[in-house]
C-alpha cells in the first residue's frame, strides 16, 4: 500500500485546510485509516482515526471539536478537515492505515499556521 498525503500549506491562524490521503496498490477498505502529525522537535502524536467498518471517528483532545476525519472506499481515500486553526497545530501531518499487524505510512504534508 502507498498512501501519497496532500492539501497542507500556509494558513493563518483561525483558517482552514483539508488534507486528503489517497491509497495506491490495494483497497482500503477493510483498514482503520488515521492522522497524526509531527511538529519540530516533538514525537508523532495521533490526530484522528476512522474505522473501517462503521466510519467512527476519534480524536485528540487537542482537536476535537476543530477536526474531522472522514473517507471515501470508492475513491480509496481518507480526509481531515482542520478548522480554526491554530500555530500550535503546524506539524508535518502523516496518514496511516492500519489492519492487524499491517502498519502502512505516507510521507507527510507540512502545515504551517501563522499567528
Known amino acids: 500500500v502507498q498512501l501519497q498525503a496532500s492539501g497542507g500549506g500556509l494558513v493563518q491562524a483561525g483558517g482552514s485546510l483539508r488534507l486528503s490521503c489517497v491509497a495506491s496498490?490495494?483497497?482500503?477498505?477493510?483498514?482503520?485509516m488515521g492522522w497524526f502529525r509531527q511538529a519540530p522537535g516533538k514525537e508523532r502524536e495521533f490526530v484522528a482515526s476512522?474505522?473501517?467498518?462503521?466510519?467512527?471517528?476519534y480524536y485528540a483532545d487537542s482537536v476535537k471539536g476543530r477536526f474531522t476525519i472522514s473517507r471515501d472506499n470508492a475513491k480509496n481515500t481518507v480526509y481531515l478537515q482542520m478548522n480554526v486553526l491554530k500555530p500550535e497545530d503546524g506539524a508535518v501531518y502523516y496518514c496511516?492505515?492500519?489492519?492487524?499487524?499491517?502498519?502502512?505510512w505516507g510521507k507527510g504534508t507540512l502545515v504551517t499556521v501563522s499567528s
Open positions: 496511516n492505515a492500519h489492519r492487524g499487524v499491517m502498519d502502512y
Open positions: 496498490g490495494r483497497s482500503l477498505i477493510s483498514y482503520a
Open positions: 476512522i474505522s473501517w467498518r462503521n466510519s467512527n471517528a
